[in-house]
């Protein structure tokens, strides 16, 4: 059976790491080679890397960085933050990324995933949906949460998983930044509603956030920021909490 | 001195940086440059993507494998990653029959699979190795230890004295495979955190 897993995210604005509240309130949390390397070394089942740029959305800043930390941390690495071509995904994975991560343009055109899917292998394909709740619906946002999509939910979903993603990632931009726990409902939702392998990530402030996650739902993965950058916490303290509650995490 | 063939079929950074970050020198060899094997004391093949492929660019030029052969009946170390594991087998059934090393006597087909989203295929993340067979490759490393695993297709092995290590998914299929020097790692060493660095330097202080 395979493991659930323990992902730091870090963004990335320019050459330094930044963490956000609801998408907003950029704060510096430091060099991303070196936090990257500290993860790598404190039993991080993989890594995410995201450039949340909103002027330079290309990856001509992820790639440099990529490549340094590709060659310093041997673990899987999920990268991405405006990608917008085959060209651009090419350069990602050369430059070290095991999995791409793809958010705005799905929205736009469903095939270029089936089209990196049948380049790279469909685990080689994350796409990752920003949500934010309006009147009690969960409404999707693009381009780092500043575009609102029409398309609900499940239907975005359910594309995804018919041209072959291989994964899906899900963030609350309500609770992002806040670390004051993830959104129940989302969660539920999703994964009722999914049967690729998904991460969660938002309000994550705390081990039992974690915990609660892995027992109501089958989510593959969770995702934290803050928890890393503000507390005194790493994925080894993380899963030696969590070892107490039977979930099937990678402990050695 | 480390050698890593390129047969442009993935990217091998990880691979080559682990290699360096153990401390070892690496040469990457590119199949027109036979000659380079007289150098190397550990090869290494990486490989993702699909058999069919690695099959059509690998005997593209038959006198690199009349090498190949040369090198590993003097008893030098060869490992397989992943897909270049699957390569070491007699043939692959992916996409179409297609001609593997026959380093070990296997063939190459599907995993079992049930569609559900516990036991989707590929099979990518992290897993156990349970450890059928004592090996020197294995010093430092616990009974079921886990690494990083991204593949659908499997090795099946026609003699089970190959069998060294076995990961289960759905089924049980073979993640370590030796044939004499001849080793096959299904899962990433160079992906699999401090126990994929710690094998790949047994692989690497194997003597010849």
Redesign the interface.
């Known amino acids: 059976m395979l493991k659930k897993r323990i992902i730091p995210l870090l963004l990335l604005m320019n050459d330094r790491l930044v963490k956000t509240v609801n998408f907003e309130k950029f704060k510096d949390v430091g060099n991303p080679i070196s936090t990257a390397k500290i993860f790598n070394d404190s039993d991080a089942d993989e890594l995410i890397l995201l450039n949340i740029n909103r002027d330079k959305r290309a990856s001509s800043t992820l790639i440099p960085v990529l490549k340094k930390i590709s060659e310093e941390c041997f673990v899987p690495i999920a990268a991405g933050g405006g990608i917008n071509s085959i060209e651009n995904a090419t350069d990602i994975i050369k430059s070290g990324a095991d999995k791409v991560v793809l958010n705005s343009i799905c929205y736009d055109n469903y095939n270029f995933i089936k089209s990196l899917a049948n380049k790279f292998g469909k685990q080689a394909v994350v796409a990752s949906i920003d949500v934010r709740k309006i009147d009690k619906k969960f409404c999707l946002f693009s381009n780092c949460g500043t575009i609102l999509n029409k398309i609900p939910l499940e239907e975005h979903i359910q594309n995804l998983i018919k041209n072959d993603v291989g994964e899906i990632m899900i963030n609350s931009i309500d609770c992002e930044g806040t670390m004051q726990g993830p959104d129940h409902d989302l969660i539920k939702q999703v994964s009722n509603s999914c049967n690729v392998p998904l991460i969660y990530s938002g309000g994550i402030g705390n081990y039992d956030h974690i915990k609660d996650i892995f027992q109501m739902a089958n989510i593959s993965a969770v995702a934290c920021g803050s928890l890393f950058n503000f507390t005194d916490s790493n994925p080894i303290r993380i899963k030696s909490y969590l070892k107490s509650y039977n979930i099937n995490l990678r402990l050695f | 001195m480390i050698g890593i063939l390129d047969l442009q079929v993935c990217?091998l950074?990880?691979v080559s940086?682990?290699v360096y970050?153990l401390g070892f020198d690496y040469n990457i060899i590119k199949i027109e440059e036979r000659n380079k094997l007289d150098k190397i004391s550990h090869l290494i093949i990486p490989g993702?993507g699909s058999f069919s492929n690695i099959s059509k660019e690998y005997f593209k030029k038959p006198n690199f494998n009349l090498e190949l052969v040369k090198y590993v009946n003097k008893g030098k170390p060869l490992l397989g990653i992943c897909l270049g594991m699957q390569f070491l087998a007699t043939e692959g059934f992916e996409n179409i029959r297609s001609k593997g090393l026959n380093f070990i006597n296997a063939t190459v087909d599907l995993m079992d699979t049930d569609n559900?989203?516990?036991y989707?295929l590929?099979?990518?993340?992290?897993?156990e190795i349970n450890i059928l067979k004592d090996h020197k490759i294995f010093e430092g490393i616990?009974n079921n230890?886990?690494f990083?695993f991204?593949h659908s297709y499997q090795t099946i092995l026609k003699n089970n004295d190959n069998l060294f290590a076995e990961t289960?998914?759905l089924k049980n299929f073979p993640s370590i495979i030796i044939n004499e020097n001849v080793f096959g790692f299904q899962f990433h060493p160079?992906?699999?955190?401090k126990?994929?660095?710690k094998i790949l330097e047994n692989f690497c202080n194997l003597k010849v």
């Open positions: 990217n950074t990880s940086s682990a970050n993702v559900s989203k516990n989707n590929p099979h990518v993340g992290w897993n616990k230890s886990n990083y991204v289960k998914y160079e992906k699999s955190s126990n994929g660095l």
